[in-house]
């Protein structure tokens, strides 16, 4: 099979995406400080202040709007564990992805990659067999990177996961640290996937090096009884890594804020920030002295006192006027257009910026959310379709394992997106889609599950025909004219004679 080669161009444009996720990261965990000052993206003005231990630097303080925006839309589309269905018939493949979800923990690995994708633009699952079975895992996005063209389906149809290793090696007796660069490629030319492993001689930490500028050496020589094969087929038509996005648009995946939107990261953090400096100004205000108060020894102000002697009558507070209530409008102004922009509703995160009630109800809340709902919608429009695409690969990895072998098929994905609800709410919704028992919505078995969670949805649900089984039985004898005794039940004595 011909190698495949990425070229200088692709890596460059990763190396830059790279750099933009980056600078993401660091605003949603909240060095906006490195972002605007040390980067030098500030255009407003921070100005210098004394700490208390000392340190002199720019007074730059904030609410971090980004981190909370993230979060909340990670909730919004993975807070509720998604249901994944097969056909009638393949009972067996449901059991085994029930187990493989188990066994990644999946609805916290879910969770982590809509936060990911929301930062840098796009996350990746990875389909892996480990000592206790298949699993699938998550792969950080410094080190997978999408080489090759996006196909019909959005899904990039090379993959390579890069790292850079140390090897010491002894050469008559002297020792010395090597770097060698591991290639792991993922792909499916014609519909056949395969894995290819490579190693090359490097000097450099940097992973976005152009292969045929390094020479390759053997996976024996560099890695001895790693057990690495060179190239192996999966057995998959599809590479064993898939992205996931919120959203793609004009061939690229679209994070939830992009660099043209940085400046709003300017304008809160300057208008909390000048606020800040203000109350500082009113703890610590200045007074006007005459000369003969100041220490001719130390050329310090004598004015410790409560009372001081002032015989020329100067002493008086420096009043300085803030109009703080204008600018703490201006800050909860520049706040509510930043949760605009990043889609999330202020009275979601218990924040009422125009003043007024917070909503009291449910329908009330759901009804100012519609902007963080709407993009939970569209978001779950991209998750759901490349969720079927990992259990699907998932299925056929894990059935061609020694001693599995079933059938596999489609697997549909339904993603529960919406604001977070308590049991009772959610056993009400439930209660409505069965309708008293008439023309129901929704099998009982799914509604426990949605309620309780899969593995107690599946034991009440079995206790629960026990149960019906126990009643109808009761109901049965009844009918016949002897009535047993229920359970927990003293059975009734018998009496002869004639009644």
Known sequence: MPAYIATKEVLSKLRKRASMAKINRDIECGKWERFLIQMGNAVHAYKDIKSHSGKIGPLV??????????RYHSTVLAGTPITATTDDGFEAQHQALTQIRSRSMFDALLMQSARRANIEAFSTMRVAVGPLGTHICAD????VLPVGPDGPDMQPTVWERRWVIDRETTVGGVSKKEKFLRVERHRAPGGVGVVEQEVYKTASDDIYQYLPDLKELDLDVVLP????IPSIETGVSHPLITRFVHEYYDGQPEPLMSEHDLDMIDMIASAMSRVDRSMELHGMPKVRIDESMIDKKTGKANITEDAIIDPQKVFEYVVTVQNLVEM???MGKMLQLGFAQLQLSPALVGIK???????DTVDKLRLEASNTLARGRTSAMYFGPALSRVFEIASVIDSTRPLQGYPVGAVGVTMHTGLPRDPIDIAREMQELRGGGTDPLIDLLTA????HGPSAGMAIHKKLKEEKDEQLEHEQAALMGAIPAMPGEVPAQEFGGAA
């Open 328 to 330: 703490l409008a201006f």
């Open 140 to 143: 950080d996005n410094c080190n």
């Open 448 to 451: 426990l599950q949605t309620i």
């Open 225 to 228: 009884k790693s057990g690495l």
């Open 61 to 70: 303080t904030k609410i971090n709007v980004v981190r909370m925006s993230i």
């Open 353 to 359: 910026l125009e003043g007024g009630a917070m909503p």
